[in-house]
């Protein structure tokens, strides 16, 4: 079943904006986690956040998390034409770090 | 350290055929998963394996599909009598051992399988 909604599905900015991306989650999670795929490649992690952090950065990368509202952000300051990928959360089953369920991805152009 | 490395990268089969895919994890990782990526869409957990182990398999379709992660070579995951539907990114990740919690997964570039 799907745990992970983003939205929007789609985001089309100029370089140099600033891109949120939401994911909402139906269960209790222990971290929820952000991963960029590049077209026909493979997914990298961004970043992890932990069911008792709020907020997270990394570089140009903000992540929020709301436990009481089963959701988090994403925010790409500064946005660039490389940060072009679909940009896709993942939340733990059940408390069960070794599988994780996705949502079904926020694609982001960046125009330059 | 090499990276999750995936083979082939792209594989084209014909209806009835088998898909033999190949993952080699991580250097120091027990751990391998294996995702699937329909088009336009998010990926779906298949099954988790430790080295001889299968240790949850739920993803996995009940028929046609296989998984092993023998003592000694890569993971594979066998798709027997491919059908189109088939057709889709299969993505393998790895990790260390050790405790779950917090734990990021390393996903190699997928194999892409076009079934004509």
């Known amino acids: 079943s799907q745990q992970g909604e983003e939205d929007p599905q789609a985001l089309s900015i100029q370089e140099g904006e600033n891109a949120t991306m939401n994911c909402s989650y139906k269960t209790s999670i222990n971290n929820l986690q952000w991963y960029r795929q590049n077209s026909g490649r493979g997914l990298v992690h961004l970043i992890l956040i932990r069911s008792n952090e709020r907020e997270k950065h990394s570089g140009r990368l903000r992540v929020t998390l709301d436990t009481s509202k089963k959701s988090s952000s994403l925010l790409i300051t500064a946005s660039r034409a490389a940060d072009t990928a679909s940009y896709f959360c993942?939340?733990?089953?059940?408390?069960?770090?070794?599988?994780?369920?996705w949502g079904l991805g926020t694609s982001l152009a960046v125009n330059p | 350290n090499a990276g999750v490395m995936q083979n082939p990268r792209h594989l084209v089969r014909r209806r009835g055929q088998e898909a033999r895919l190949r993952c080699s994890p991580m250097k120091g990782h027990s751990h391998v998963y294996w995702y699937r990526q329909l088009p336009e869409e998010g990926l779906k957990f298949m099954v988790y394996l430790q080295k001889e182990n299968i240790i949850d398999e739920s993803g996995m379709p009940k028929e046609r599909f296989s998984a092993e992660f023998p003592k000694e070579g890569p993971s594979i995951l066998r798709i027997q009598q491919v059908v189109r539907g088939d057709s889709a990114a299969y993505f393998c990740?790895?990790?260390?051992?050790?405790?779950?919690?917090?734990?990021?997964?390393?996903f190699g570039e997928g194999s892409w399988l076009t079934v004509v």
């Open positions: 993942a939340t733990d089953d059940a408390g069960n770090n070794r599988k994780l369920i």
């Open positions: 990740a790895s990790s260390p051992p050790g405790p779950t919690s917090g734990n990021t997964i390393y």
